[in-house]
Structures are given as structure tokens and as C-alpha cells.
Antibody, heavy 119, light 108 residues
Framework: QVQLVQSGSELKKPGASVKVSCKAS????????MNWVRQAPGQGLEWMGW????????TYAQGFTGRFVFSLDTSVSTAYLQIDSLKAEDTAVYYC????????????WGQGTLVTVSS | SSELTQDPAVSVALGQTVRITCQGD??????ASWYQQKPGQAPVLVIY???NRPSGIPDRFSGSRSGNTTSLTITGAQAEDEGDYYC???????????FGGGTKLTVL
């Protein structure tokens, strides 16, 4: 069965960096693009962008350029989200989600990773 | 701001039918997907494409589209259907993905 398992919660200070992992299993990793989605506390879902797992080419949504980096390690079927120069407003749950056929938002989702930025 | 607009909150009596709507120009060209999210949990896909349900989603969930509006209908709402519902599709350019602001469903 398809599973996306994300790394655990993180507590970081402003200005630090964080790297969230998303390990896929149950399917051929390089066949499906991977989304990243942010959900700030009490807020809705926000698409951050996606990464083509076959080519490694990332696409970033408006507002997620510069400090946000999507990457892959296809040898271990894992996608990564790195956020640099963390700010308090980056505090959120971050989800990876597999882009399915005709399901741009994602047909399978990771359990989410809470990143808290606080001094 | 989201290019897909949803009502913030909707309520339905137990066992009755409820329709949750999502409006946006891109919906004239692209089908939407619908997600259910319960507190502290990841979103779950409930409807995609014309009105397709993933395995394990009850058949009381259905989808439809008319013009720039897509709807999620729950026929015979159950207590466990309470949660937040998000629509999702491509944006008007077709290049990006966008989520609606979400609708909080309360089952009375």
C-alpha cells in the first residue's frame, strides 16, 4: 500500500534552517510528482509547489521562492523540504502529498510535520 | 488570496443531505478534488475527477460541476463526516495548484 512517512516535529530558533523528509513506499517513487503543502495554525491548506521526482525539477508557488528548497534522494525514495532563515511565521504543519492522476492536490498524503519557530 | 471560494461554515442535521460548494473560474476548465480533514489529522481525498471516490470512501459522498462551481454532496450525513472540507484544482493559468479556503462542516 502507498505510504508517505514524514520526519518528526521540529523546534527551531529564528534564523535557523530545517529539513523535513518524506519517505515514500508502496509505489515507484519516480513515477509521481510530489507536492508540498503548508498549513499554518488554524488556517487552510496552501500549496507550496511540487517537485518532479523523475527529473528533479522543482516548481515553487508564489510566496515560496528563495528560502524554500525541494530536493530528492531517489535511492531511498525520499523527498525533502528545506526552509532557510526561519521566521516565526513559518510555524506550520508541512505535508508532502503524491500528485495522482487527475488529482493535482495529491491522492496520498504524509502525516504532516510540525515546524515551530520560536526564540 | 485563493482563486477558489468556499463558504466558511455549513451545518446539516444528522441523516440529511448537505452540499458544499466551491467557486472559481478555473473550474470551467479543470475538475476539482475534495479533501476531508479532521482535527490533528492529514487531509484525506474523498472525491476527484468527475465524481470519483477513492477506495474506502463511502458512496454517500459525490461530486458535481456546473459552470464555475463544483459541489461536494453528502447524502445522509453522519456524525463522523464532521470536519473541514477543502476543494482543490489548478489555477486559471493551469500551471499552479490552488486550494479553496475550506468549509467547516458541523453535523447537528
Amino acid at each position: 500500500q502507498v505510504q508517505l512517512v514524514q520526519s518528526g516535529s521540529e523546534l527551531k530558533k529564528p534564523g535557523a534552517s530545517v529539513k523535513v523528509s518524506c519517505k515514500a513506499s508502496g509505489y515507484t517513487f519516480t513515477t509521481y510528482t510530489m507536492n508540498w503543502v503548508r498549513q499554518a495554525p488554524g488556517q487552510g491548506l496552501e500549496w507550496m509547489g511540487w517537485i518532479n521526482t523523475n527529473t528533479g525539477n522543482p516548481t515553487y508557488a508564489q510566496g515560496f521562492t528563495g528560502r524554500f528548497v525541494f530536493s530528492l534522494d531517489t535511492s531511498v525514495s525520499t523527498a525533502y523540504l528545506q526552509i532557510d532563515s526561519l521566521k516565526a511565521e513559518d510555524t506550520a504543519v508541512y505535508y508532502c502529498a503524491r500528485v495522482g492522476t487527475a488529482v493535482a492536490g495529491g491522492d496520498y498524503w504524509g502525516q504532516g510535520t510540525l515546524v515551530t519557530v520560536s526564540s | 488570496s485563493s482563486e477558489l471560494t468556499q463558504d466558511p461554515a455549513v451545518s446539516v442535521a444528522l441523516g440529511q443531505t448537505v452540499r458544499i460548494t466551491c467557486q472559481g473560474d478555473s473550474l470551467r476548465s479543470f475538475y476539482a478534488s475534495w479533501y476531508q480533514q479532521k482535527p490533528g489529522q492529514a487531509p484525506v481525498l474523498v472525491i476527484y475527477g468527475k465524481s470519483n471516490r477513492p477506495s474506502g470512501i463511502p458512496d454517500r459522498f459525490s461530486g458535481s460541476r456546473s459552470g464555475n462551481t463544483t459541489s461536494l454532496t453528502i447524502t445522509g450525513a453522519q456524525a463522523e463526516d464532521e470536519g473541514d472540507y477543502y476543494c482543490n484544482s489548478r489555477d486559471s493559468s493551469g500551471d499552479d495548484v490552488v486550494f479553496g479556503g475550506g468549509t467547516k462542516l458541523t453535523v447537528l
